[in-house]
C-alpha cells in the first residue's frame, strides 16, 4: 500500500498550539535556530492574528469605485479598475507587504457607464427602467428614440417575419439550460437589430424579479446586449402595441477598447528560499456591487496577508499575493474572454513563477454560508494533500456542519484553471450551485450575502494552508489521483477491448510509478517538517538544498500532465483527450440506431445534440452556428488564450440536424441521407478516439518515466 505522506500534523490539538517567529536571516545557512518554530506553533500565532472586521471592511470599501454610479461595474481596463488596482497597490503596502508591483498587460478594455430604457406605460405614465450592461460597444447622444419588437427568445425561429432593422428586441433568456447571450444578440445583429434586451429566464438572477444579470458576452463587440429585469419587462410588454412594438428611448453609454491595459497588483512576504513560492490570488473586477464575487475574496486574500505579516511569521518560502485584473472579461469576440488577467500574469508576465509556485490558493465567494459542507476544488494531485489537511481545520459554530468537500479537477470558471495549465497546481473556493443560481452576477450580489462565520472560518483554513504549503519542501503532489480518474473516465461499450488493455496497462505502470514518487515526496516533506518543528535549521537547509532537483522534477511533471491530458469540451469542461470522441461516438451511435428503426424524434431528442456545440443547430441560424464554430477553430491562440487546442475538432451536423428537425416524428421517411452522414461522423469519431487513445498511452509512459526518475525506483 502506498504511504499517505503529508506537510503538517493532522490533529486538531496541533492546530491550537502556535506561536510567532523572530527575524529574517539573510542566508538559510546564518539562521538562528531560535527563529524557526513548529508548524502548529505558526499556524496558531496567525490565528490569534485573524481581523475578519479589517477584511470586511475592505470588502465594502471596494464597493465605492465604479463605472456605474448607479449599479457598480468594475470591468475589465475601465478607469474603475485601473483606480481600484492603485488603490490595492497602497493597501498591500500599508498592510506590510514588500515588493508590490503593479503588472502591466494588455487587454480589450470594456466601461459600462449607464443604460435607461425609458417609455409610457399601460397607465400613461413615465417609466424608466435601470438596465445592466454586457461587454458590448453602444452609445447614445443622450435619450435617442427607438422601437422596441417582442422577439420571443430571439432565436431564429422567433426572429423570422419580424422586422428588427434599426430597433431593440426584447428577448427572455435562461443561459444556464438553453444558450448564451451571444446567440441571440448575433443573430439579431446579422437582422440589423440596434441591440437585444434580455430578460432572465430562470438560470441566473432567480433571487427577485427586479434582478439584472451580467456575464460574458462570448460575441463580437458589435452586436450589442443590455439586461433588463422582470418586473421592468412585464411592464414594457404590457405597453406594447397590436404589433408587440413599443416607442422608447434609451440612454446608454457601453465602451469597447481593443488592446488597451491593466495591472495585476501583486505584493510577497520574502521568504528564506527566494527560488520557491507559494501563491494566494484573487480577482478585483467585478458586475454590480460584486461583495461576494470577488471583493469578499481580495478581502480575504489581504486579511490572511496582514494575519500573517502581524504575527510575525517569517516564511520559508516567499509568499506571494495577486490581485488578478479582468477575471470576469478581457478578451472581445472570443469564446474564452474570461480569466484574462490569470492567463497573462502566468502565461505573458511571469512565466517565470511557473516551477517556482509550489501551490495556488484562488479566492471566489469565499464569505456566504451556503449548504451543510464547505468545497475547495483542486487539481488532481493535491486532492490528497488538501484531503489529509482539511481535518486540521477548526469548526466555526453556525457554518458548514459536515466539514470540507474536496473536489478535482480545476475547471473553466474560475482563474485557477489558467494557472494550472500553466504548470502551477492549484485551488479555488468552489462556487455552489443555489447562489450561482439566484445572486451570482445580479445587483442582490452584495452585503447582505455577508456570513461572518464563513469568512473567519476561510480566513482560518486557507491562511493555515498556506502555512502548510510552506513548510513543504517539495511541492505534495501526489498523481495518482488524475491516473484514477483517467481510468474511471473510460467506456468500455465505445473503446475496443485492445484500446482499453493498452490504456489500463499503462495506466498500472503509472499508478505504480505515481505510488513510489508519492511515497518519495511524503518522506521529503515529513523530514522536512521534523526537521523544522525540531528547530534544527542545519538539516531543514540542507534538505531543501537536496530536494530543489525533486521538487523541480514534481513541477515538471505535473506541467506536463496539464498539457497532455486536460482537453475541454465544447461547453468548456475539462475532459480527458479520450472523451472527446467517446462521448461523440455514445450520441451517434444511439442516434444511428434510432434512425434506423425510423424514430427521428429519439435521434434529435437523446441523442444529436449532445454532439459537440450542435445544439444550436436547432435553434440558430446557419451564419450564427457557423460564426461561434470558426472563432473557436480559426482564431489565434493569443485570442483564445486558455482555450488554444484544448477543444479536439468539431463534427458539424447542422444540416442533418434542420433536416430531421423537418421530419420530426415522420416514421415512414426515408432517412438515407442522414444515416450516411452519422456514419461518415462515426468512423470520423473512431478514428480520432484511436489517435486519442494513442496520444494517452504514449503521455502515460511518458509520464511514469518522469515518476520513476522522482522516485529513483
Request: aromatic share 10%; glycine share 6%.
Amino acid at each position: 500500500m502506498k504511504k499517505i505522506g503529508q506537510c503538517l500534523s493532522l490533529t486538531l490539538a496541533a492546530v491550537l498550539l502556535l506561536s510567532a517567529c523572530g527575524q529574517q536571516p539573510d542566508t538559510p545557512q546564518s539562521t538562528p535556530e531560535a527563529e524557526r518554530v513548529t508548524l502548529e506553533a505558526a499556524q496558531q500565532a496567525y490565528l490569534e492574528k485573524v481581523d475578519v472586521d479589517y477584511a470586511y471592511h475592505l470588502a465594502l470599501q471596494l464597493e465605492d469605485i465604479r463605472s456605474n454610479e448607479n449599479l457598480g461595474y468594475r470591468t475589465a481596463g475601465s478607469e474603475a479598475e485601473l483606480a481600484t488596482g492603485d488603490m490595492l497597490k497602497a493597501e498591500m503596502e500599508s498592510i506590510g507587504l514588500q515588493n508590490v508591483t503593479k503588472d502591466e498587460f494588455t487587454l480589450d478594455t470594456w466601461t459600462f457607464e449607464k443604460a435607461q430604457l425609458s417609455f409610457t406605460d399601460s397607465t400613461g405614465a413615465e417609466y424608466t427602467a435601470e438596465l445592466g450592461g454586457y461587454q458590448t460597444d453602444f452609445v447614445t447622444d443622450g435619450p435617442e428614440a427607438f422601437t422596441i419588437v417582442d422577439g420571443g427568445e430571439g432565436t431564429e425561429a422567433d426572429l423570422d417575419g419580424l422586422d428588427v432593422t434599426g430597433k431593440l428586441v426584447l428577448i427572455d433568456i435562461n443561459q444556464r439550460d438553453n444558450w448564451w447571450i451571444n446567440y441571440p444578440a448575433y443573430e439579431a445583429h446579422l437582422r440589423g437589430a440596434a441591440a437585444v434586451i434580455a430578460v432572465q429566464d430562470g438560470g441566473y438572477g432567480e433571487v427577485s424579479d427586479d434582478a439584472l444579470n451580467a456575464q460574458d458576452i462570448c460575441g463580437p463587440a458589435d452586436a450589442p446586449a443590455f439586461s433588463m429585469s422582470r418586473t421592468d419587462a412585464e411592464a414594457l410588454r404590457a405597453a406594447l402595441d397590436e404589433n408587440g412594438e413599443a416607442s422608447v428611448t434609451l440612454d446608454a453609454v457601453s465602451r469597447v477598447g481593443m488592446d488597451g491595459v491593466s495591472y495585476n497588483i501583486t505584493g510577497m512576504i520574502p521568504g528564506k528560499d527566494e527560488d520557491s513560492m507559494v501563491l494566494m490570488s484573487a480577482h478585483y473586477d467585478s458586475y454590480f456591487a460584486g461583495f461576494q464575487d470577488d471583493n469578499a475574496a481580495i478581502a480575504l486574500m489581504l486579511g490572511i496577508a496582514k494575519a500573517i505579516i502581524d504575527s510575525g511569521y517569517q516564511p520559508e518560502k516567499t509568499l506571494v499575493f495577486c490581485a488578478m485584473a479582468a477575471e470576469e472579461w478581457g478578451v472581445s469576440n472570443t469564446r474564452y474572454d474570461w480569466s484574462t488577467g490569470a492567463y497573462n500574469q502566468i502565461f505573458r508576465v511571469h512565466p517565470d513563477w511557473v516551477g517556482k509556485v509550489v501551490a495556488d490558493i484562488n479566492f471566489e465567494l469565499p464569505a456566504m454560508n451556503e449548504g451543510e459542507t464547505d468545497q475547495i476544488r483542486t487539481s488532481y494531485e493535491l486532492k490528497t494533500f488538501v484531503e489529509d489537511f482539511k481535518e486540521s481545520v477548526p469548526q466555526v459554530e453556525g457554518v458548514f456542519p459536515e466539514g470540507i468537500e474536496v473536489i478535482v479537477p480545476t475547471q473553466t470558471w474560475s482563474d485557477d484553471f489558467s494557472l494550472s495549465i500553466a504548470g502551477v497546481p492549484s485551488s479555488v473556493t468552489a462556487l455552489r450551485g443555489g447562489f450561482a443560481q439566484t445572486h451570482y452576477h445580479s445587483q442582490f450580489d452584495n452585503r447582505d450575502t455577508y456570513s461572518p462565520e464563513a469568512f473567519l472560518f476561510h480566513h482560518n483554513m486557507y491562511g493555515m494552508l498556506m502555512l502548510a504549503y510552506d513548510r513543504c519542501a517539495v511541492s505534495p503532489l501526489d498523481f495518482s489521483t488524475r491516473l484514477e480518474a483517467l481510468r474511471a473516465s473510460m467506456d468500455d461499450t465505445v473503446l475496443t477491448e485492445e484500446q482499453v488493455s493498452s490504456l489500463n496497462a499503462a495506466l498500472d505502470e503509472a499508478e505504480n510509478a505515481a505510488s513510489a514518487a508519492w511515497d518519495k515526496v511524503s518522506e521529503i516533506n515529513d523530514s522536512y517538517r521534523k526537521a523544522l518543528d525540531s528547530g534544527d535549521t542545519a538539516a531543514a537547509d540542507a534538505l531543501i538544498q537536496e530536494s530543489r532537483e525533486t521538487n523541480a522534477a514534481v513541477l515538471s511533471a505535473f506541467k506536463y500532465a496539464e498539457d497532455a491530458f486536460v482537453r475541454l469540451t465544447w461547453e468548456d469542461v475539462s475532459i480527458f483527450p479520450h472523451e472527446h470522441s467517446q462521448n461523440n461516438l455514445l450520441a451517434l451511435n444511439g442516434a444511428v440506431e434510432a434512425l434506423e428503426r425510423g424514430d427521428s424524434a429519439t435521434a434529435i431528442d437523446e441523442y444529436l445534440y449532445a454532439i459537440d456545440n450542435n445544439w444550436y443547430a436547432y435553434d440558430w441560424s446557419r451564419e450564427t452556428f457557423d460564426y461561434f464554430t470558426n472563432y473557436v477553430l480559426n482564431q489565434s491562440d493569443d485570442r483564445l488564450m486558455w482555450g488554444a487546442g484544448r477543444v479536439q475538432g468539431h463534427e458539424d451536423l447542422y444540416d442533418v440536424i434542420r433536416s430531421l428537425l423537418d421530419k420530426y416524428g415522420d416514421t415512414s421517411a426515408d432517412y438515407t441521407a442522414e444515416l450516411a452522414r452519422l456514419n461518415d461522423a462515426v468512423n470520423n469519431q473512431t478514428a480520432m478516439l484511436a489517435e486519442q487513445v494513442d496520444h494517452e498511452v504514449q503521455a502515460l509512459a511518458e509520464l511514469t518515466a518522469q515518476l520513476i526518475a522522482i522516485s529513483g525506483e
